[in-house]
C-alpha cells in the first residue's frame, strides 16, 4: 500500500461499518488506525492492510467534525495531509485539514465505494440488476397487487378486486351469492391496498363465529396478520386507546355494544378501511334501528373506504338493502320512497339490458324511453343498429348501459347461475334404527355400540379408496371419533377442529389431502372447518345436521366449490324419527338443501323455526308433512319472485369478461415464466440462505450458517417450506404460496435495493467484441419519480433502470453488448492492485461516469414524455367517462371527478420532475 502517515484518513473496505478511520501509529510493518465512530482500534499488517485513504476531489461535499456541511473547491497536500480549501453553506471560504472530517463518514454512494475500494463480489450486482429489472416489470402489471393470494384465478373475484382497490376511495357492497367467495373478494382488495401502499389502519368486523374465520382466511390465504380483539385484549392497554395499538384489527359487534367505551374508542381512532361481514343482520327502518347498524353508521361517517359483506338484494328485500346504501352515501341514498322510485325509473335500462343478451330486438316504447334517458350523441344509430342484430352495436349499446346503471359503481352481485362451473350433488339418506340394547348409546355417537357409529365403519369401508369429509357440530365430537376410530379400529384419520393452532390445522389438512396418505377421512368440527375448503374430496358425511340452513350450506361449501371436479356426494344417516331424521326431511323435501344451493333457506327458517322447533319437541308425521309442504310452495314462490327481479344488467357490471380474463391471463403467463425461484435461488444464495429441493416446485428454506444478516425477512429460525406453483398451494396448506408478491420475496427485493450491497464492483471479463487489457464501465441509473402512493404513479412511470456502457472512449456499447452477454472470469483483480489502478485512472473514470449520465438524460426525457402521455390519455378518458355519466347517473360523486382531476395535474409534475439516481457501478476489464 501506499505510504501512510499519522493523522491521515483512511477506511477499512473489510469493515465499512466501522466509519473513518485515523491512523494513530505507523512502524515498518504495523499500521494502528483509530474509529472513533464505533470506538473502535485496529492493527493490520502494513503489507496486506485493508485499507484506502479518503480523498475528496473539487465538487465533492463532506461533513466535518463540527457538522458543517462542505463542499471542495481545491485540494493541497502539505506535509502529508490533505488540506481542502471549500465553500460552506453560507458560500464562505473555509479550509479544513483531513483530520477535521467526520468520523461517521460512511460511503453509500456508487462512485465514492469504487474509489474507496469497497468492492463487492460480481454476484451482487448481478442481483442488483435483476432486482431491478423484476421490480420495474411488477408494478407495470395491471394485476399488480392481485398476484400473491392463495386462491384460485377465478375471473370474477380478479375482477372486483381490480376494480374497487384502484379506486382513490371505495365505498362499496359485495353481495354475492353464497360459496363465490366474498371473503376472498374483501380479502383480495385489503391486500391490494397493502401491497402497493395505499392501505391504513383496518377494523373489520364480523360476527362472533366468523371471526376465527376470518383470522384463518386473511393470513393463510394472504399473510394478512389480523389482531383479534376482544374485551381482555382491550384491558391489556387500561391508560390507552386499545384501537390505537394495531394496525390490522378484527373484532365482532358485541365489543362495542356490550361496552359503550369500547365504541367510543373506536370512533376516537383514525380508520382507513372499514370492513362489515354479515352486514344484513344490521337493522335499520324509517322507526328504529339497531345498536349493531348505528356503530357501523357512525364509524362509516369517519371512514373513507367502505366494504361491507352482504346477501344479495333479492335476499334483503328493498328497505334492507336501501339500509346498506344509506351506510355508504346518506347524502345520495337519504330517502327510501326516492329509492324505489329511482329503482323504477332505472327499470327500462335493466329490461333492454335483458333482450340484447337473449338477442331480441328492442320494443318500441323502450327505445323511445332509452333515448333521452342515456343522452348519448349517437344512441338513436347505436338502437337501429342493435335491432337489425348488429353484434357490435350491440355490445357497444350493452356497454352504454352498464355504465348508466344506478348502483353499478358500488354494488357488485354475482350469481352462480351467471358464473357457472359448479358441481353436482347428490344426497344419500340412511335410515337406521336403534335396538333395545343400543337406546342406552344413543348420546354419544363415537361409542361402539352407537348406530351412528356402526353405520360409520361400514361406510367408511366402502368407502376406503375415497377422501371422505365428516363434520360435526362440536370439537369434541370430532375428537371422540378420531380416538375411537383410530385406536378401536385401526383406521388413519386427520382429526380438524379450533383447539388445535393453525399449524396443526395446516398439518392435518395436509396429511388429509396427500394422494400417498393412508388418512381417508377427516373429521371437522363446524368451527374448525370454517375457511377451509376441500374440494379434491367428494364424499361428505353429516352425523349431525345444523339447526341453520345458512351452517349447512357452509358444510356443503367445504366441497361445493369452483374447481371441484367430481359429482358431491352427500351422506346422511338418521334414526327414524329423530331430530335428524325431521331436519334431513325438512332440508331435502321442503328446501332442497342437498342437491342445490339454498339461497332462500335463511329466510325461510326465521318464517318456520318455530314450526320445526315443535315438531323437533313433539313429532307428529302429520305436521311434518304439512310444514314441509308449506315450506315448498314458500321456496318456489320467492325463488319466482327472486329470479323475476334479477338484475342481469348489475350482475354483468359485477364481472366484465374481458377485462376479468386480461387479468387471469396476464398472472398466468407471470406464472408460466418460471422466473421466480432461478431469482429467489440467487437471492438466497447472496445472504447466506439454505435451500433444499422438496418435490417439483417445492423447496424447503432455512437460515445458513453464515447468514449475512441477522434475521433474513419473514424466514423462521427453524424454516419453512414453499411453493412457487399456485395448483399445489391451493391443496398443501402447510407449504407457503411463494410469489413475486409474497411477504419475504417483496421484503428481500427492499432488502438488496435499499442497501449498498451491488452498487460498486469490479469484474475480469471475456466478450469477442472487446479486446484485452481494456477497462469499460457498466453503469444502472434509476429514474425516480418521487409521489404520494394515493397517486400510483407506479403505473406510469415505476423506478426504471437505465443500463449504460461505456468504454475508454466514450463510446456508449449499451446497445451492441447487452449486459447477458458479459461473462464474469476468475481469478479476480487484487485489491492492491486495483487501488493504483483506480488513483492513476481516476480522473478518466469520473469524466466516464459524467459521460454515462449524459447518455442515461437522454433516455429520462424519452421515457418522462411517454409516461406522461399514457398517464393523460388514461385519466383523461376516466374523467370524460363520469363526466359523461354524471349527467345520468346519480352515483357518481364530483368529489370522484375532483380526485382525478388533481390527480392527473399532480401526476403530471411528479413525472416532470422526475432525476436520475446512479445506483451502480460495475467496473470492466478484458481478458
Known amino acids: 500500500m501506499e505510504n501512510c502517515h499519522p493523522k491521515q484518513r483512511w477506511i477499512s473496505h473489510a469493515e465499512p461499518e466501522l466509519g473513518l478511520g485515523i491512523i494513530l501509529d505507523v512502524t515498518p510493518h504495523r499500521i494502528t488506525v483509530s474509529f472513533l465512530a464505533a470506538q473502535e482500534q485496529r492493527v493490520y499488517a502494513r503489507l496486506n492492510a485493508p485499507l484506502t485513504r479518503v480523498k475528496y476531489a473539487p465538487g465533492d461535499t463532506f461533513n466535518t467534525i463540527e457538522k458543517q456541511s462542505l463542499t471542495v473547491q481545491k485540494v493541497q497536500t502539505i506535509g502529508n495531509i490533505l488540506h481542502y480549501h471549500c465553500l460552506n453553506d453560507q458560500?464562505?471560504?473555509?479550509?479544513?485539514?483531513?483530520?477535521?472530517?467526520?468520523?461517521?463518514?460512511?460511503?453509500?454512494?456508487?462512485?465514492?465505494?469504487?474509489?474507496?475500494?469497497?468492492?463487492?463480489?460480481?454476484?451482487?450486482?448481478?442481483?442488483?440488476?435483476?432486482?431491478?429489472?423484476?421490480?420495474?416489470?411488477?408494478?407495470?402489471?395491471k394485476a399488480r397487487g392481485l398476484i400473491a393470494g392463495r386462491t384460485s384465478l377465478l375471473p370474477h373475484q380478479l375482477y372486483i378486486a381490480h376494480e374497487v382497490a384502484n379506486r382513490g376511495c371505495f365505498r362499496i357492497i359485495l353481495a354475492d351469492e353464497v360459496g363465490l367467495g366474498k371473503t376472498i373478494e374483501a380479502g383480495l382488495i385489503l391486500n391490494h391496498r397493502v401491497l402497493t401502499g395505499r392501505s391504513g389502519r383496518t377494523l373489520v368486523i364480523v360476527p362472533e363465529p366468523l371471526l376465527h374465520q376470518w383470522l384463518v382466511e386473511m393470513l393463510r390465504r394472504f399473510n394478512l396478520k389480523f389482531s383479534l380483539f376482544d374485551e381482555d385484549r382491550c384491558l391489556e392497554f387500561p391508560h390507552e386507546n386499545p384501537f390505537l395499538t394495531a394496525q390490522l384489527i378484527l373484532c365482532s359487534p358485541q365489543l362495542f355494544t356490550e361496552n359503550p367505551?369500547?365504541?367510543?374508542?373506536?370512533?376516537?381512532?383514525?380508520?382507513?378501511?372499514?370492513?362489515?361481514?354479515?352486514?344484513?343482520?344490521?337493522?335499520?327502518?324509517?322507526?328504529?334501528?339497531?345498536?349493531?347498524?348505528?356503530?357501523?353508521?357512525?364509524?362509516?361517517?369517519?371512514?373513507?373506504?367502505?366494504?361491507?359483506?352482504?346477501?344479495?338484494?333479492?335476499?334483503?328485500?328493498?328497505?334492507?338493502?336501501?339500509?346498506?346504501?344509506?351506510?355508504?352515501?346518506?347524502?345520495?341514498?337519504?330517502?327510501?320512497?326516492?329509492?324505489?322510485?329511482?329503482?323504477?325509473?332505472?327499470?327500462?335500462?335493466?329490461?333492454?339490458?335483458?333482450?340484447?343478451?337473449?338477442?331480441?330486438?328492442?320494443?318500441?316504447?323502450?327505445?323511445?324511453?332509452?333515448?333521452?334517458?342515456?343522452?348519448?350523441?349517437?344512441?338513436?344509430?347505436?338502437?337501429?343498429?342493435?335491432?337489425?342484430?348488429?353484434?357490435?352495436?350491440?355490445?357497444?349499446?350493452?356497454?352504454?348501459?352498464?355504465?348508466?346503471?344506478?348502483?353499478?359503481?358500488?354494488?357488485?352481485?354475482?350469481?352462480?347461475?351467471?358464473?357457472?362451473?359448479?358441481?353436482?350433488?347428490?344426497?344419500?339418506?340412511?335410515?337406521?334404527?336403534?335396538?333395545?340394547?343400543?337406546?342406552?348409546?344413543?348420546?354419544?355417537?363415537?361409542?361402539?355400540?352407537?348406530?351412528?357409529?356402526?353405520?360409520?365403519?361400514?361406510?367408511?369401508?366402502?368407502?376406503s379408496t375415497e377422501k371422505v369429509l365428516l363434520i360435526c357440530h362440536r370439537a369434541e365430537t370430532a375428537i371422540a371419533l378420531g380416538h375411537q376410530l383410530k385406536n378401536r379400529k385401526g383406521i388413519k384419520?386427520?382429526?380438524?377442529?379450533?383447539?388445535?393452532?393453525?399449524?396443526?390445522?395446516?398439518?392435518?389438512?395436509?396429511?388429509?389431502?396427500?394422494?400417498?396418505?393412508?388418512?381417508?377421512?377427516?373429521?371437522?368440527?363446524?368451527?374448525?372447518?370454517?375457511?377451509?375448503?376441500?374440494?379434491?374430496?367428494?364424499?361428505?358425511?353429516?352425523?349431525?345436521?345444523?339447526?341453520?340452513?345458512?351452517?349447512?350450506?357452509?358444510?356443503?361449501?367445504?366441497?361445493?366449490?369452483?374447481?371441484?371436479?367430481?359429482?358431491?356426494?352427500?351422506?346422511?344417516?338418521?334414526?327414524?324419527?329423530?331430530?335428524?331424521?325431521?331436519?334431513?326431511?325438512?332440508?331435502?323435501?321442503?328446501?332442497?338443501?342437498?342437491?342445490?344451493?339454498?339461497?332462500?333457506?335463511?329466510?325461510l327458517f326465521q318464517q318456520q323455526q318455530n314450526k320445526l322447533h315443535a315438531i323437533n319437541d313433539a313429532f307428529s308425521p302429520e305436521k311434518l308433512e304439512q310444514l314441509i309442504a308449506e315450506t315448498k310452495q314458500l321456496r318456489k314462490a320467492i325463488e319466482i319472485e327472486s329470479q323475476q327481479g334479477r338484475d342481469q344488467l348489475l350482475e354483468i357490471n359485477s364481472c366484465r369478461d374481458d377485462l376479468a380474463q386480461a387479468i387471469?391471463?396476464?398472472?398466468?403467463?407471470?406464472?408460466?415464466?418460471?422466473?421466480?425461484?432461478?431469482?429467489?435461488?440467487?437471492?438466497?444464495?447472496?445472504?447466506?440462505?439454505?435451500?433444499?429441493?422438496?418435490?417439483?416446485?417445492?423447496?424447503?428454506?432455512?437460515?445458513?450458517?453464515?447468514?449475512?444478516?441477522?434475521?433474513?425477512?419473514?424466514?423462521?429460525?427453524?424454516?419453512?417450506?414453499?411453493?412457487?406453483?399456485?395448483?399445489?398451494?391451493?391443496?398443501?396448506?402447510?407449504?407457503?404460496f411463494l410469489s413475486w408478491e409474497h411477504p419475504m420475496t417483496a421484503a428481500a427485493m427492499d432488502l438488496v435495493l435499499s442497501s449498498n450491497m451491488g452498487n460498486a464492483t469490479i469484474s475480469m471479463i471475456r466478450h469477442p467484441a472487446l479486446t484485452p487489457n481494456q477497462f469499460l464501465i457498466e453503469t444502472l441509473f434509476i429514474i425516480e419519480c418521487s409521489a404520494p402512493k394515493d397517486l400510483q404513479i407506479g403505473r406510469f412511470l415505476p423506478p426504471t433502470p437505465i443500463r449504460i456502457l461505456i468504454d475508454q472512449k466514450q463510446n456508449n456499447l449499451s446497445g451492441k453488448i447487452p449486459h447477458a452477454s458479459l461473462f464474469e472470469t476468475n481469478?479476480?483483480?487484487?485489491?492492491?492492485?486495483?487501488?493504483?489502478?483506480?488513483?492513476?485512472?481516476?480522473?478518466?473514470?469520473?469524466?466516464?461516469?459524467?459521460?454515462?449520465?449524459?447518455?442515461?438524460?437522454?433516455?429520462?426525457h424519452v421515457h418522462t414524455e411517454k409516461a406522461h402521455q399514457v398517464m393523460e390519455k388514461e385519466l383523461n378518458n376516466e374523467i370524460d367517462r363520469l363526466i359523461r355519466l354524471q349527467r345520468s347517473n346519480p352515483s357518481i360523486k364530483p368529489e370522484e371527478i375532483n380526485y382525478l382531476t388533481e390527480a392527473k395535474a399532480f401526476s403530471g409534475q411528479c413525472i416532470e420532475l422526475s432525476q436520475l439516481k446512479l445506483d451502480a457501478i460495475r467496473l470492466l476489464i478484458t481478458q
Not at 387471469?664 to 440462505?689: N, R
Not at 481516476?842 to 459524467?850: A, F, S
Request: proline share 5%; glycine share 4%.
Open 91 to 141: 458560500q464562505k471560504s473555509v479550509t479544513v485539514k483531513e483530520s477535521r472530517l467526520s468520523h461517521y463518514l460512511q460511503f453509500n454512494k456508487p462512485q465514492d465505494r469504487l474509489f474507496t475500494n469497497q468492492l463487492d463480489a460480481g454476484k451482487w450486482f448481478e442481483l442488483r440488476y435483476e432486482t431491478l429489472r423484476h421490480s420495474n416489470r411488477l408494478q407495470q402489471l
Open 261 to 463: 367505551q369500547r365504541q367510543q374508542q373506536a370512533l376516537a381512532a383514525d380508520w382507513h378501511t372499514l370492513v362489515v361481514d354479515e352486514a344484513h343482520h344490521l337493522h335499520w327502518s324509517e322507526t328504529s334501528i339497531s345498536p349493531e347498524y348505528q356503530l357501523v353508521d357512525s364509524l362509516s361517517q369517519k371512514t373513507p373506504n367502505i366494504l361491507l359483506l352482504t346477501a344479495t338484494p333479492e335476499q334483503l328485500g328493498i328497505q334492507s338493502h336501501f339500509a346498506q346504501l344509506r351506510l355508504l352515501d346518506p347524502d345520495r341514498f337519504f330517502s327510501l320512497n326516492e329509492f324505489i322510485q329511482e329503482k323504477q325509473f332505472f327499470q327500462p335500462v335493466a329490461d333492454a339490458a335483458t333482450h340484447l343478451l337473449e338477442g331480441k330486438s328492442l320494443p318500441e316504447h323502450l327505445i323511445q324511453e332509452l333515448t333521452p334517458l342515456l343522452k348519448q350523441d349517437q344512441t338513436e344509430q347505436l338502437l337501429v343498429k342493435a335491432n337489425n342484430h348488429d353484434s357490435i352495436a350491440q355490445n357497444e349499446l350493452l356497454n352504454i348501459l352498464l355504465e348508466h346503471h344506478g348502483t353499478s359503481r358500488i354494488l357488485f352481485r354475482n350469481s352462480r347461475q351467471t358464473i357457472g362451473g359448479f358441481p353436482l350433488r347428490q344426497c344419500h339418506p340412511y335410515p337406521l334404527h336403534a335396538n333395545s340394547e343400543q337406546q342406552a348409546y344413543l348420546n354419544d355417537i363415537s361409542l361402539e355400540q352407537n348406530p351412528y357409529f356402526i353405520w360409520l365403519i361400514d361406510r367408511l369401508r366402502t368407502l
Open 493 to 603: 384419520v386427520a382429526v380438524f377442529h379450533e383447539h388445535l393452532s393453525i399449524i396443526e390445522r395446516d398439518r392435518a389438512a395436509a396429511y388429509f389431502s396427500d394422494s400417498e396418505s393412508p388418512a381417508n377421512i377427516l373429521l371437522c368440527s363446524e368451527i374448525g372447518s370454517e375457511g377451509r375448503n376441500f374440494q379434491f374430496a367428494k364424499h361428505l358425511i353429516l352425523l349431525d345436521l345444523p339447526d341453520n340452513p345458512d351452517l349447512l350450506q357452509q358444510r356443503i361449501g367445504r366441497l361445493d366449490r369452483i374447481g371441484q371436479k367430481h359429482i358431491i356426494q352427500i351422506h346422511i344417516p338418521y334414526l327414524i324419527h329423530s331430530r335428524q331424521h325431521i331436519l334431513y326431511r325438512w332440508y331435502n323435501d321442503g328446501l332442497n338443501a342437498f342437491e342445490q344451493n339454498c339461497s332462500t333457506g335463511a329466510q
Open 664 to 736: 387471469v391471463s396476464e398472472i398466468i403467463a407471470l406464472e408460466k415464466q418460471d422466473h421466480l425461484w432461478p431469482f429467489m435461488e440467487t437471492l438466497f444464495d447472496c445472504y447466506g440462505v439454505n435451500t433444499e429441493f422438496h418435490s417439483p416446485d417445492c423447496y424447503i428454506i432455512t437460515p445458513g450458517n453464515h447468514l449475512r444478516i441477522a434475521h433474513f425477512p419473514e424466514l423462521p429460525e427453524d424454516g419453512l417450506t414453499v411453493t412457487t406453483r399456485r395448483e399445489q398451494a391451493l391443496v398443501r396448506e402447510d407449504r407457503q
Open 827 to 860: 481469478p479476480p483483480v487484487e485489491p492492491a492492485k486495483f487501488n493504483a489502478f483506480l488513483n492513476s485512472q481516476r480522473k478518466l473514470i469520473e469524466h466516464l461516469i459524467q459521460h454515462a449520465h449524459s447518455e442515461a438524460e437522454k433516455q429520462l
